[in-house]
């Protein structure tokens, strides 16, 4: 007997985003959704907001790629992004080496000038700011603007999702406002924190050209057959 069901838009959300969550699991990129649900603004200390804020600087108007295969150098050059103050400190060195592996001096500089204002406040004081202020309270930090405050409040545990023009695409195809609000009904859905929605996503359309179709074919509205 075949068993004949309307799928609602409930449930085509939490289909379309495990199929797309197998599929990047299945492409080998388990540890970084596993990294992404590591993050949280209660573990937060000054390496990982050193190390994420930079990320975000680099990756600014840029491929990931490119930044990705850059990265331990540069991770190198500052020092492993053990202490603000030693970056400061080496700040000379340090732009030198990382400008040896990426050269853009704006950005590279402004790294050190996170560093700068980390080593003053202290990271216990950017987490209070966090939790009054939210996302906007970064966008004092030296290149991060209102797109890339949301990339970076993600990667170090806020529940918001990145502005990134995949996840924009496949919101506007859905008719969300936008991508916070996509991945917000979709964690809604499956109980998945925001920022690994908005990973896996990103993920899945970074793998695949046709990413759009394939990840809208899952909301096709019709009859799904279940053999009894």
């Known amino acids: 007997m075949k068993l004949h069901i309307y799928e609602s838009p409930v449930h085509l959300y939490a289909k379309a985003y495990y199929i ?14 596993d990294w992404q649900y590591s993050t949280s603004l209660d573990t937060l200390d000054e390496p990982t907001f050193l190390r994420e804020a930079a990320w975000v600087i680099l990756c600014s108007g840029m491929r990931e790629k490119v930044v990705s295969d850059k990265f331990q150098a540069i991770s190198k050059a500052f ?3 053990t202490s603000a103050r030693d970056i400061v400190e080496n700040a000379a060195s340090c732009e030198r080496e990382a400008l040896l592996h990426f050269n853009n001096v704006r950005k ?25 202020c939210g996302v906007p309270y970064l966008e004092r ?28 695409s496949i919101a506007n195809r859905l008719g969300f406002t936008d991508a916070h609000a996509l991945c917000s009904e979709i964690a809604g859905v499956t109980d ?6 908005d990973i896996v996503l990103w993920r899945f359309a970074t793998l695949h050209r046709t990413y759009l179709d394939r990840f809208l074919a899952a909301f096709t509205r019709g009859e799904v057959e279940w053999e009894a």
């Open 108 to 132: 590279i500089g402004a790294i050190t000038q996170v560093a700068d204002m980390v080593c003053h406040l202290g990271v216990a004081e950017i987490v209070r700011n966090l939790r009054s």
């Open 20 to 33: 797309a969550k197998r599929a990047v699991l299945d492409e080998g990129y388990a540890d970084e959704v």
């Open 141 to 168: 930090f030296p290149f991060i603007g209102t797109v890339t405050a949301f990339h970076l409040a993600k990667n170090i545990g806020l529940p918001c999702a990145k502005p990134d023009r995949h996840l924009a």
């Open 192 to 197: 998945e924190p925001i920022p690994v929605v």
């Open 79 to 81: 020092l492993h992004w």
